[in-house]
């Protein structure tokens, strides 16, 4: 056998191997990279209104201070966060937070809940109060909040939260 | 000896040399008397400041928030008329800055109300609009307190440490190393009024007057070691913020008893008061009582029993700091 033919074998197994690893790598980029935050009118009422704010587990502190502690010692990975706005009055922000496990969703979910918070049917678990609705989806932890508490706030957030539930 | 009475008009008097003396200049006033020298601090309230008694509606009343800050101003200095009080507090030919916190966003920020209020008496006393300057961390903090960017020296001053920037030379006090200061507070402001929002801290265990102390710094994730003990004490130490910061008017309009520094809305509640007083550690003292109060009605257990009392108010006062008393024995609590 000539040097030729085996280098071009060579070289053949190599562009195949090359191009099927850069498949598989833009496969699980695309994957593992989900956008939870509804676009604008997705979620009747609700508008986007700000860019999407991406946060690393070591850079948490600039978004809510001392508050990263819990999420940090709960294995928080990722901490996206977007500003929303229902029927152009009420604001709420969205923050979902991406947990290293499952478990470490649950350990935030039920951490500081009072007597008047109230179970939802919401992805793996949910609870909501007046103003805030928590949930977990497998390693997703997705907390929103909206800053008035009006009679129609509670509907509302349980509307968007499961515009953000059926993108995870 | 004298009484309460003159006692009271001669602490008050001591104010005046807020603007020139500072704290050295109130204690060595009051260490002219033969009654023992006690840190003030006034709480000031209305009921009806997010609407009637019992009912709360997310922002306060402007018109009661300023009547309750000139209350409050006139307890503390004892002058009834708030144009003299406000004179007598501060040096109306300098820069004042107005350290606001708005780390927890739109829902527990220091109120715009009590900046603007604060603002107004402050230009009416002889400041000049471009010579106050209110500050925080970042835009978006700022805007979290329904403020709005201005950096024309023409009016009112509203920007952030992301504007200015950061000492390049880093100071230390103890463990609070390679601190690097803002440009604000260190060449901007010749006089600081700290503007707290009253909150639990879920690593501190309290969060008023010393601890906004944090949003002066460029790195302030580096001091939260040990419930951020000594950590608070020691920022508080260093001299650009032991000496500029002069005086906190403590927003305690609305709180968060347990999940701060965050908002967490199922822990709101409505203080409808304000904490203010030279005396840092007897204004985070009281404030850290209101805390453990609503969490006591609430059914939390106490900052102690949750394994995050606020230690850093008691280091604090002792004697490596020095920088207020923790004890109430040597405070005088006036509630309005």
């Known amino acids: ?168 | 000896m004298k009484n309460r009475r003159d006692f009271l008009k001669t602490a008050a008097a001591g104010a005046v040399l807020l603007g020139s003396e500072g704290k050295l200049g109130l204690a060595e006033m009051l260490d002219n008397h033969a009654e023992s020298p006690r840190s003030r601090v006034v709480v000031a309230k209305d009921p009806a400041l997010h609407g009637p008694a019992g009912t709360s509606t997310g922002q306060p009343d402007e018109k009661r928030v300023l009547d309750l800050l000139d209350r409050a101003i006139a307890a503390y200095t004892g002058r009834e008329h708030p144009i003299e009080a406000w004179k007598r507090m501060v040096p109306v030919d300098k820069v004042i800055g107005l350290k606001v916190n708005g780390l927890g966003g739109k829902g527990i920020s220091t109120h715009q109300a009590l900046v603007l209020a604060i603002c107004e008496r402050l230009q009416q006393a002889g400041v000049k609009p471009g010579n106050i300057i209110v500050w925080d961390r970042n835009a978006r903090d700022i805007q979290a307190c329904g403020l709005t960017i201005n950096t024309d020296p023409s009016r009112v001053r509203v920007y952030g440490s992301d504007i200015s920037g950061f000492e390049d030379e880093p100071v230390a006090f103890g463990s609070a190393v390679n601190v690097k200061l803002s440009k604000i507070l260190t060449r901007q402001c010749d006089m600081v009024i700290g503007l707290p929002i009253l909150k639990d801290h879920e690593g501190a265990g309290v969060t008023f007057a010393m601890k906004n102390m944090y949003g002066v710094v460029e790195r302030p994730n580096e001091l939260h070691a040990n419930h951020c003990n000594p950590a608070v004490a020691d920022l508080n130490r260093i001299p650009a913020v032991r000496d500029k910061v002069r005086f906190t008017i403590g927003d305690a309009m609305s709180s968060v008893c347990e999940g701060g520094p965050g908002f967490h809305p199922e822990h709101l509640w409505y203080p409808n008061a304000l904490i203010v007083g030279e005396d840092r550690v007897a204004v985070d003292h009281t404030a850290w009582q209101m805390i453990e109060a609503r969490r006591a009605q609430t059914g939390l257990p106490t900052l102690e029993a949750a394994k995050r009392p606020p230690r850093y108010i008691a280091t604090a006062a002792d004697a490596d700091h020095m920088l207020g008393v923790n004890d109430p024995q040597r405070m005088r609590l006036i509630e309005i």
């Open chain 1, 1 to 168: 056998m000539s040097l030729c033919p085996r280098n071009c074998r060579n070289n053949w197994i190599f562009a195949v191997v090359a191009v099927a690893m850069l498949c598989a790598a833009a496969t699980g980029c695309r994957k593992a990279k989900v956008d939870p935050f509804p676009a604008s009118d997705t979620v009747s009422g609700w508008q986007k209104t700000s860019d999407t704010r991406v946060y690393a587990a070591k850079d948490l502190w600039q978004y809510i201070d001392g508050g990263a502690e819990q999420y940090i010692s709960a294995g928080v990975v990722t901490t996206s966060t977007s500003d929303y706005k229902f029927q152009g009055q009420l604001e709420a922000v969205v923050d979902v937070n991406t947990m290293g496990d499952a478990a470490g969703a649950g350990k935030i979910l039920t951490a500081g809940q009072t007597t008047d918070a109230k179970a939802i049917q919401l992805g793996d678990a949910g609870i909501q109060y007046a103003q805030s609705i928590v949930f977990r989806k497998g390693p997703y932890l997705v907390r929103i909040v909206a800053y008035e508490s009006t009679p129609t706030t509670p509907q509302a957030l349980l509307a968007l939260a499961h515009g953000v539930e059926a993108k995870l």
